[in-house]
């Protein structure tokens, strides 16, 4: 079976990186997989929660300071050594059981890239509105420019081809990097496949990060690699 590395960036996530750890080492029975775990600077017992657990990890990372998601991921890209890359939040807002369904359907189809979507799933949370319509303006903007037909660019879990990207060109360090990084794939990729997953979203009382202000930053990542990358 072809290897996965599994890159998981983390922040102050105390609360659930444990379970995380726990789910994802569950599924290795079924997949070949490396965990990259990326500490971005965490002030809470988060990194204590990691370095007792070294045994759960084959690569931790730790970066001296929060220097943002988008850096905490081409961390784990640079280093990452298998075939196939997937990303996996440590929020436990994405079952990471989700990952065994989307190899399945990238060696079925032998496609190149494999996009998840939260509104196509059967059973997902009622989101925000404000976010529903900021994913979906972004997601058509990045559509009309791409060619594509996706339904949510912003689902945390998608599984590539790492020979689809170079990492050490990214150039976003913040929440755009996820536009930057997809605008690369589909450049190069030529079999494009989108499939549903659960989601449970959690609440700003609950640890949520993002906030209406990185749509403009993602905007700004869809353009750039898009005409000038």
Known sequence: ?????V???VYNEENTVQEILDKVNHIRKNINLEIIVVNDGSTDR?????????HLIDNLIN???????????????VCAKGEYIFFQDADNEYEPSNLIKFIEIMEKYNCDFLMGSRFISENRSVIHFWHMLGNKFITFVFNLLNDT????IYCCHCLFKRD?????????????????ILSHIVK???KNYETS???YARSYSEGKKIRYFHVFEVLYWIFFTKFFS
């Open 1 to 5: 079976m072809k290897l996965t590395s």
């Open 7 to 9: 890159i998981i960036p």
């Open 46 to 54: 988060t990194p204590e929660i990691l370095n007792s657990n070294k």
């Open 63 to 77: 970066n001296e300071q929060n220097s943002g998601k988008g850096y905490a991921i081409k961390k784990g890209l």
């Open 149 to 152: 037909t996706f339904t949510d």
């Open 164 to 180: 689809l990207l170079n990492a050490q060109k990214l150039k976003s360090k913040g929440w755009g990097q996820q536009a930057e």
């Open 188 to 190: 190069k990729s030529k």
């Open 197 to 199: 997953v659960n989601y």
